[in-house]
């Protein structure tokens, strides 16, 4: 079976699947190009294309988690995230 959901405070996270490594080297990738010192902006269609993303701006979502710097600029994605759905 699949591992138990974790709550921190107030927030529940659900177990790893497959399609978190996806988000994974999304993030991972915007991070080390900001790194660099390189425009993530410019990253975004090659990315879109590592992706399988039919456009550029499907990927941009993780722009906002790779600049998530606290935990309460995550606590709010997570919020808005939901709010979309």
């Known amino acids: 079976m699949g591992h138990p959901r974790k709550v921190m405070g107030n927030m529940t ?3 790893p699947r497959p399609h978190s490594l996806r988000h994974s080297f ?3 990738t915007l991070n080390a190009i ?6 993530r902006q410019y ?3 090659v990315l879109a294309a590592f992706l399988g993303h ?10 906002k988690v ?3 710097q ?3 600029d995550l606590y709010d994605f ?7 759905r």
Do not use: M
Not at 34 to 39: I, L, M, N, T
Not at 78 to 84: C, D, G, L, N, P
């Open 70 to 72: 606290s935990r309460k």
């Open 54 to 63: 039919s456009h550029y701006k499907c990927s941009s979502v993780y722009l």
């Open 78 to 84: 997570t919020i808005w995230q939901e709010w979309k």
């Open 34 to 39: 900001k790194e660099r010192g390189e425009s």
């Open 13 to 15: 996270f659900n177990p």
């Open 26 to 28: 999304a993030i991972n």
């Open 43 to 45: 990253a975004l269609p």
């Open 66 to 68: 790779s600049d998530a």
